[in-house]
């Protein structure tokens, strides 16, 4: 990370049940050689100072990764909050003791290169507690950046029944910080089969051009 972002830690959502690609590990699903949470977690490491998971079940199946494995830390899979939640919280033991906690989904293999930095920026801008990255016109509340404060409020939140990151977000104060979508959106998200051959078609169109990856 540069000078210029503070401390941050990195967490991969991937605790979802995955109904729509039929069950299992969505993000192990293989993309042009590598699995869904290799391709974040490369593109998500160089931004942060350690990462981390969420991911519920048998934590071997991971095994060989060097990232901690954060289950959900409720009952129940209550969503994405319970992994915004298990993130906030590992950060509080974490031995860095960072301020900063950034999410991104799993299935997400095109994060941009600047997220936690134009994050960080733009909520200091809107003068806001928390930011979320959008795209197209459209927020995604889980690719976000928490403060580690917010932990104890959010546990108490879900306890509650709270389950929409986006409502939970704007009540904390958010940011919502832009990024073009074309020629593809950064924030693309795996869902489906053919989501997933999308991808494929797409991340070999951007092999094809010098500097895309950045």
């Given amino acids: 990370m540069g000078d210029a ?28 050689g590598k699995t869904l949470l290799a391709h974040v ?32 830390p ?12 298990a993130a906030l ?6 031995p860095s003791r960072a ?14 290169g600047d997220l936690v930095l134009r994050l960080h920026q733009g909520r200091v801008e809107a003068g806001r507690r928390v930011a979320c990255a959008s795209s197209g016109g459209r927020a995604h509340p889980a690719v976000g950046l928490w403060p580690v404060t917010l932990g104890h409020g959010l546990r108490e939140g879900i306890l509650a029944g709270e389950r929409r990151v986006g409502e939970w977000a704007r009540s904390q104060g958010l940011a919502e910080i832009p990024w073009p979508d074309a020629p593809i959106d950064p924030f ?19 092999e094809c051009e010098p500097g895309s990856r950045s």
């Fill in 5 to 32: 972002v503070p401390w941050t830690l990195g967490v991969v959502l991937a605790g979802g049940l995955s109904r729509r690609m039929g069950g299992g590990d969505k993000t192990l699903l293989p993309l042009a």
């Fill in 41 to 72: 977690l490369e593109r998500l490491g160089p931004q942060c100072a350690d990462l981390a998971v969420n991911a519920n079940g048998d934590p071997a199946r991971f095994a060989g990764m060097d990232e901690t494995i954060l289950p959900d």
């Fill in 99 to 112: 301020s900063w906690v950034v999410t991104v989904p799993g299935d997400t293999p095109f994060i941009p």
């Fill in 89 to 94: 919280e590992w950060a509080c033991d974490h």
């Fill in 188 to 206: 693309f998200n795996i869902n489906t089969p053919d989501d997933l051959r999308a991808a494929e078609r797409s991340l070999a169109a951007r």
């Fill in 74 to 85: 409720v009952p129940g899979h209550p969503g994405p909050l319970a992994g915004i939640l």
